[in-house]
């Protein structure tokens, strides 16, 4: 379906590369193990001079199946679908609510990742502190972990609450999400994220393994880190 509003013609072939090529890095990565995963870019359009377009895939179909042919627009004040024939999934929601909450941000990840899935779900953290002294950096903001009983890709009213504070969060028993200005951004939290909880479960084992201390990086090093204004 095509509105009035938006044309075949108004389609960023560069936007659409973009998420096949990240689909791409996400999939080899082994970020992706169903269609459940997402990514949605924003979009300046006539339709909505305030919020903008939401490119990502539709529902049903995995990020490293996905062809061009997948790729659907909606707006992101109301998640109407202005270009393809299928809607995304639920968790579009979600997108949607940090594009209209979060001016500064240009693209969303969702995936369901092995390694964040399993040290929380299994840890029960709140937090996460860190053994690597550049993922802060990286990050901008605290990861925010929510508890393993909500879903704001069913329910994303909550989010307002608090997607200022963060680039990223984690939902225990499901799965992360990062944004960031752009797709590259939002690709590296990820790649950090998840790098940062391997280190620590590694970390961890040999901890225990060998009766020594994990050396963390103290609060005040992290909380500098968040201050650069290169990343912010």
Known sequence: MITNLFQVTDIDETIVNDILAYAGRLSRRGFVVNTLGNIAVRAAHRCDQEYGVSYTKHMG??????????????????????????????GHTMNRTIFRFRPDINAVIHAH??????WFSVSGETTLKYISADTA??????????????NVETDATMLEEFVGQTNCVIMPNHGVTTFGRDLS??????????????????????????DKT???????????????????
């Not at 950096?137 to 909500?150: D, F, G, Q, R, T």
């Not at 998840?194 to 040999?206: D, K, S």
């Not at 994990?214 to 912010?232: F, G, H, P």
């Open 185 to 210: 951004e939002a690709y590296h939290r990820m790649t950090s994220l998840v790098a940062e909880v391997q280190r620590i479960v590694q970390a961890v084992f040999i901890a225990r393994l060998t």
């Open 214 to 232: 994990i050396n963390w990086i103290s609060d005040e090093e992290v909380e500098q880190m968040y201050s650069c204004l290169l990343y912010t």
């Open 61 to 90: 179909i995995s990020l490293e199946e996905m062809s061009r042919d997948n790729v659907v627009v909606t707006d992101i004040r109301d998640g109407n679908l202005l270009f393809g024939n299928s809607k995304p999934s639920i």
């Open 137 to 150: 950096l990286i990050l901008s903001k605290p990861v925010h972990v929510l508890a393993p009983n909500i």
């Open 113 to 118: 990742v092995n390694d964040l899935i399993a």
